[in-house]
């Protein structure tokens, strides 16, 4: 039983552009929902992260909107640059615990 | 301050055997949860180590086993290896505090384990 759905698997997107990822989750309980990116051979890093008690959190070109009714998440990033080239992935876990569910990730090409 | 570590790098085994699987935490942190990510897939938790005692498990079988050692540091120990073993295992530490509550996990560059 997948618990954090992820979407799209893959995005394109010119340099200066906004991408946007989507994740939804099941589970009522979570109440820590992170973002992560990862480049090829590296362990994923923390981006940005959000509790459901604010809709929204920015940081720099980086905003998680968070709809808790819909039990949904996403990530925007403005100004797309080349080096944003990576995978991310959404996670969510009960009070930041370390037992997080991941979504099965994104893979994010922005072209010069 | 030094991040979290993971030794070896890469690692080939064949069907059957064992291995294990080395994290050191970052520094000041007392928690460490371990990670299988399947290519294409995103981690999933396997299970995490608090104070050198399990706290949590994820669905894994009894194969999967840890430790975690009064530096904090850690092994994962898979026995009776399987071809669906193959995958990258990430160690992830964090620290609990005295309330219970957690700080974030900064992930290790993994293990590639490769099971032939």
């Known amino acids: 039983q997948q618990q954090v759905k992820q979407s799209p698997q893959s995005l394109i997107v010119q340099k200066g552009g906004i991408s946007i990822i989507n994740c939804a989750y099941e589970?009522?309980?979570?109440?820590?929902f992170p973002w992560y990116q990862q480049f090829p051979g590296k362990g994923p890093a923390l981006l940005i992260a959000?509790?459901?008690?604010?809709s929204e959190k920015k940081e720099g070109r980086f905003t998680i909107s968070f709809n808790k009714s819909a039990k949904q998440f996403s990530l925007h990033i403005m100004d797309s640059q080349p080096g944003d080239s990576a995978t991310y992935f959404c996670?969510?876990?009960?009070?930041?615990?370390?037992?997080?569910?991941f979504g099965d990730g994104t893979t994010l090409t922005v072209k010069p | 301050e030094t991040g979290v570590t993971q030794s070896p790098t890469h690692l080939i085994k064949t069907r059957g055997q064992q291995v294990t699987l080395r994290c050191s935490s970052q520094?000041?942190?007392?928690?460490v949860s371990w990670y299988q990510q399947a290519l294409g897939q995103g981690p999933q938790f396997i299970f995490q180590?608090?104070?050198?005692?399990?706290?949590g498990r994820g669905n894994f079988p009894p194969r999967f086993s840890g430790l975690q050692f009064p530096n904090y540091s850690s092994e994962l120990n898979v026995n009776a290896l399987e071809l669906d073993d193959s995958a990258l295992y990430l160690c992830?530490?964090?620290?609990?505090?005295?309330?219970?509550?957690?700080?974030?996990?900064?992930f290790g560059p993994g293990t590639r384990l490769t099971v032939l």
């Open positions: 959000i509790r459901p008690d604010v």
């Open positions: 520094s000041g942190h007392n928690t």
């Open positions: 180590y608090y104070r050198e005692e399990e706290n």
């Open positions: 589970n009522t309980a979570f109440d820590y």
């Open positions: 992830a530490s964090s620290s609990k505090g005295g309330t219970g509550s957690y700080n974030e996990q900064f």
């Open positions: 996670a969510a876990s009960k009070s930041n615990a370390g037992k997080s569910t």
